[in-house]
Nanobody
């Protein structure tokens, strides 16, 4: 069973930075693409960034140039570095497989960006 635990969220002013971490259990991690997703109030959950096992990345247009996804397979961890944050980035952020698995959603971590 996949277990994912996100951390690193918080309250930050517009223009600030945060680094999210997601630790995964199980031996599946290194061979699977991983993604960061977010869900803002009243909106559907969306893919923010994805990374393959080989390190290729993909980003939503809204975060290109500001967010960077990375992974450390030795630590079963995927990261999301978020710079130049905007109020519209406010959401609960989740990691999951990419494409996502409905059984792998964790509790998420709240990111709030004040203007």
């Amino acid at each position: 069973q996949v277990q994912l635990v996100e951390s690193g969220g918080g309250l930050v002013q517009a223009g600030g930075s945060l680094r999210l971490s997601c630790v995964a259990s199980g031996s599946f991690f290194s061979i699977n693409p991983m993604g960061w997703y977010r869900q803002a109030p009243g909106k559907q959950r969306e893919l923010v960034a994805g990374i393959t096992s080989g390190g290729s990345t993909n980003y939503a247009n809204s975060v290109k140039g500001r967010f960077t996804i990375s992974r450390d397979n030795s630590k079963n961890t995927v990261y999301l570095q978020m710079n130049s944050l905007k109020p519209e980035d406010t959401a609960v952020y989740y990691c999951n497989l990419w494409p996502n698995s409905k059984n792998a959603w964790g509790q998420g971590t709240q990111v709030t960006v004040s203007s």
